[in-house]
C-alpha cells in the first residue's frame, strides 16, 4: 500500500526511539536524486522507482529495492537521528526480508539505534563516471552456456548467474572455444548501471584480462547510464586495485538486518 504523509505511533519489536515516527514516500526520482545528493548508492537502489520504493524523514531517505544483487535491500542515507525511525517505519511497511545498506559507520549505528537490527558486514561499493582507456578483443556474448561453466571454476560465490533476474548481459574474452574471462551488466538502473559477475579462469590469470573486461562493460554502462557502480569484498585486495585503475573510487559500506527473533515473529503473524 501506498502512502503519503503519514504520523505512525508503532509498538511492534522494530519501533524507534521516539513514540511518533513522520514519514513521507517519495515517488519522483527528481525529488529523490535532490534529497540524497544523486547517491549513486541510493539511485541505483531506486531502480528509476519502477518496483522500489523511496521514503523520506527529515535529512534522511530510505530506498527499499526487492531483490536486487539476490538480496532485498533497503539503502539509506542521512543522519541517524532521522534514519533509526526511518528505518524502523519502513521495515514495518515492507518486512523485515530487508536489509538496511549503506555507509559503514551509519549502518553500524543503526544496529546499535533501531531495536531488532542486527550488524552483519562491511564491504566495498566502488563507483565510476570516467570512461575507462582498456582495450581489448572483448565483445557481448548473448546467450552462452560457458559463462555458467567458467563461474562454476572460477567464481562460485557469484551473485550474478546466466537467467537470474536482472542480470541482464555478459561480456567476454575467448580464445578459441575457450572463454577465459566475463563481466556481466546486472541490476543496472537507468542512471547507475552495475558490473558484477567477473570471473577469470584460474589458467589465464595474470595476464590482465579481468581489467579488460570489467573496463569494456564499464564503458558501455556509462556511456548508457552515466556511471557504474560495483560491490566488492573488502579484503580483494587485487580486484579492488584493478578497478581503481579503471577510474573506481571506493566507499566502505555494510549491511544489517533484522534479528532472527524478529523475523521469526513477522512470520508467526502472516
Known amino acids: 500500500m501506498r502512502s503519503g504523509t503519514l504520523c505512525v505511533v508503532s509498538e511492534h519489536s522494530l519501533t524507534a526511539p521516539a513514540p511518533a515516527v513522520v514519514v513521507r514516500e517519495v515517488h519522483e526520482v527528481t525529488e529523490l536524486a535532490r534529497i540524497s545528493a544523486d547517491d549513486p548508492l541510493v539511485m541505483w537502489a531506486a531502480q528509476g522507482l519502477r ?6 524523514l527529515g535529512d534522511a531517505v530510505a530506498v527499499a529495492a526487492p531483490d536486487i544483487s539476490r538480496r532485498d535491500r ?12 526511518l528505518v524502523a517505519h519502513v521495515l514495518a511497511e515492507v518486512g523485515t526480508s530487508y536489509r538496511p545498506f549503506g555507509e559503514e559507520a551509519v549502518v553500524r549505528e543503526l ?14 561499493w566502488m563507483d565510476c563516471e570516467t570512461t575507462p582507456l582498456a582495450a581489448g578483443p572483448v565483445r557481448w556474448l548473448g546467450t ?9 571454476v572460477a567464481a562460485p560465490d557469484s551473485y550474478a548467474w546466466p537467467g537470474h533476474p536482472g542480470v541482464r548481459a555478459w561480456a567476454g574474452v575467448a580464445e578459441g572455444n575457450e572463454l577465459l574471462s566475463v563481466a556481466a551488466d546486472a ?12 570471473a577469470t579462469a584460474p589458467a589465464a590469470r595474470g595476464r590482465g584480462l579481468s581489467t579488460v573486461v570489467c573496463g569494456f562493460v564499464t564503458a558501455e554502462l556509462i556511456a548508457r547510464c552515466g556511471r557504474v557502480a560495483l560491490m566488492v569484498d573488502k579484503g580483494n585486495e587485487s580486484a579492488i586495485a584493478v578497478y581503481r585503475r579503471l577510474g573506481y573510487t571506493y566507499r566502505a559500506v555494510a549491511a544489517a538486518r533484522a534479528t532472527t527473533a524478529v523475523r521469526a515473529a513477522r512470520l508467526g503473524a502472516c
Open 111 to 124: 544496529a546499535e539505534r533501531v531495536p531488532g537490527v542486527e550488524f552483519v558486514a562491511s564491504f566495498g
Open 51 to 56: 518496483r522500489s520504493r523511496a521514503w523520506r
Open 187 to 198: 541490476w543496472s538502473a537507468p542512471d547507475v548501471g552495475f558490473l558484477a559477475g567477473v
Open 74 to 85: 533497503l539503502a539509506v542515507r542521512g543522519p541517524v537521528d532521522d534514519l533509526a525511525p
Open 144 to 152: 552462452d552456456d560457458r559463462v555458467t561453466a567458467l563461474l562454476e
